[in-house]
């Protein structure tokens, strides 16, 4: 049975795997409509460089259009792996302003929304993480397809029948780099399940958008790469795809890619997608969503006070929405959010203040090993930007890195002063610090950092960033992410304790509660709970390094002679890795 079908299959020449045109006029798009964006990685990070979305909104100025990414990383079409009752998204697609209760498992969860959103086109992102599973998964991925299409035709997201398109993933880039594959293999599934979403669109009669074929053309003429990895597009590379998208969709040209009426509104664009990544992607879901959120503490749980701060996230979303339609029609707009909903306060658990002690004075108590020296350097009475360090590290000109963290456990949505990653110039004789300056600024939960090149890499949940200074002014100045999908569904236990092995590779502990979720050029890479990740930020290699059941490893450390060392916090366990 199996050969009999595989063997074709391997027979066949390229031009056997043409994508049938299935799209007619194109997509037709409505006033007022609310678009949303489905499926894995390439869908998920085009809300941080938002050309499609800016080509959308040029060419429909009139429609005061509302669009919201539900894009996640290593998602397939029936696999939507989340931390504990994080809303699902069908929730999303189909969101009620005010409480709404749902039944997970056997636990009843309200989840609460300060804004309606009810989808009337869909624009899904299927078939990459599915590919990797070769010839050998077609036909299940082909019956999964058409299921979801069926279903989503006979869904009623709060505004009748959605309009759904189907996209294919793009094609591997050959980045023509010893450290990289050069994406022969995944070429090879990617078309072939490319061809399973035509059909299963020509089928059902729905709209297909064929990526694949173009983007590899893309590639092919590109005077540079386009994907960090081959994989996952840069701004540059989003820029170049973002015109193809749009032709096929709508069936005429996009604007020009050069019009100056594109920086504003782009620009209004990025802006609304950081309030929904915010809302969307809300680090802390353990304690807003899952079992602990419903501990009450003097008769308050986190559940009622954080469900408050995503209606608020919600409503501040819409308010930029208004922005957006005003820079689309190229009129000014300032955004409010004076009409945010309240957020009930909260008494302070512990009743009498606490006797925190100057580091000077602190000094007296303790006691260091033999041979070993304790002196106060600073605090956030000398420098005020030093609150709640989570993370130091020395570069190569001696300075001193600290990621500071004053929005613990999480930044709330009218937070002003967010976390950052400052470092302190120190004098020479004395070692203590004379200067600090704010490298990377409106930061959340920034958990650990590296040095790398001539800049740093940066934990903010769910993303590693690459931070960098280009123009010499001390402060970062570009930033790109080079890998997405680390959970943070308890910010105190994300990705932290960003170290150096000897080889280079740099490694990521990851606590208790998380769903973490990446994508790789090998193919999806996916762990449950407490887990060490091995990253080579030279080669994009990401692998579970120890993904054994830790609670909350937050020691990390390779000595003199190479030991890997691991420490869980919880109960101060230490493993050898």
Not at 260 to 280: C, M, T
Not at 382 to 400: A, C, H, S
Not at 466 to 494: P, V
Not at 564 to 573: C, E, F, P, V, Y
Request: charge should be negative; aromatic fraction near 10%.
């Amino acid at each position: 049975m199996h050969l009999r079908h595989f063997v074709p299959l391997i027979c066949l020449t390229a031009s056997a795997f043409a994508v049938p045109s299935v799209r007619a006029a194109g997509l037709e798009l409505k006033k007022g409509d609310h678009i949303a964006i489905t499926g894995s990685g390439l869908a998920d990070r085009q809300q941080h460089h938002a050309w499609l979305e800016t080509l959308i909104h040029r060419a429909y100025p009139d429609l005061d259009l509302t669009i919201r990414n539900l894009g996640f990383a290593t998602d397939e079409v029936n696999l939507h792996p989340r931390s504990d009752e994080v809303p699902t998204t069908e929730y999303f697609l189909n969101m009620n302003k005010g409480d709404t209760k749902v039944t997970v498992g056997k636990t009843d969860v309200v989840y609460k929304a300060g804004t309606d959103f009810h989808a009337t086109v869909i624009l899904a992102y299927w078939g990459f993480n599915e590919s990797f599973k070769g010839p050998a998964g077609l036909e299940d991925f082909r019956k999964n397809m058409d299921s979801y299409v069926k279903t989503t035709l006979a869904a009623n997201y709060g505004a009748g029948a959605p309009r759904l398109v189907l996209l294919s993933p793009i094609a591997h880039e050959n980045l023509k780099d010893a450290n990289f594959p050069d994406g022969s293999v995944n070429n090879q599934n990617l078309q072939l399940y490319t061809a399973i979403l035509a059909e299963v669109a020509a089928v059902n009669k729905v709209q297909f958008v064929d990526l694949y074929h173009p983007s590899l053309e893309m590639f092919s003429k590109a005077a540079k790469p386009l994907t960090i990895n081959g994989i996952h597009l840069t701004e540059e590379g989003d820029k170049a795809l973002a015109p193809l998208q749009f032709t096929a969709l709508f069936g005429k040209p996009a604007d020009s890619m050069d019009d100056s009426r594109l920086a504003p509104l782009r620009a209004a664009i990025l802006e609304k997608n950081v309030q929904w990544h915010h809302r969307y992607r809300t680090v802390d879901q353990y304690n807003i969503y899952g079992q602990r959120s419903r501990i009450k503490y003097e008769g308050v749980d986190n559940a009622t006070i954080l469900g408050e701060e995503m209606a608020q996230r919600d409503v501040k979303t819409a308010n930029r929405d208004l922005a957006v339609w005003a820079a689309a029609k190229g009129q000014p707009y300032t955004v409010k959010d004076d009409n945010l909903p309240p957020v009930s306060l909260t008494p302070p658990n512990l009743k009498n203040p606490v006797p925190y002690l100057d580091g000077e004075e602190a000094l007296a108590h303790v006691t260091a090993p033999e041979g070993c020296e304790v002196e106060f350097m600073a605090s956030e009475k000398t420098f005020p930007e030093l609150i709640n360090p989570v993370q130091m590290n020395f570069d190569t000109k001696g300075r001193l890195w600290v990621a500071v963290w004053p929005t613990y456990p999480e930044t709330t949505p009218t937070t002003t002063n967010f976390d950052k990653l400052i470092y302190f110039d120190l004098d020479p004789k004395t070692g203590k610090p004379v200067k600090c300056t704010t490298f990377l600024d409106g930061l959340n939960c920034p958990t650990g950092f590296q040095f790398y090149k001539d800049g740093v890499i940066v934990m903010q949940s769910p993303d590693l960033w690459f931070a960098r200074d280009t123009d010499g002014d001390g402060k970062a100045d570009t930033k790109e992410r080079i890998l997405h999908g680390l959970d943070a569904a308890d910010s105190h236990h994300e990705t932290n304790s960003i170290c150096y092995e000897p080889g280079g590779a740099i490694y990521l502990s990851d606590g208790v509660f998380h769903r973490t979720n990446v994508e790789t050029y090998s193919g999806p890479v996916r762990n449950v709970d407490g887990a060490i990740y091995r990253f080579e930020p030279g080669t994009s290699k990401f692998m579970r390094h120890a993904p054994y059941g830790f609670a909350n490893p937050h020691g990390r450390v390779f000595d003199y002679w190479g030991n890997d060392l691991i420490t869980d916090a919880t109960g101060n366990n230490t493993y050898f890795g």
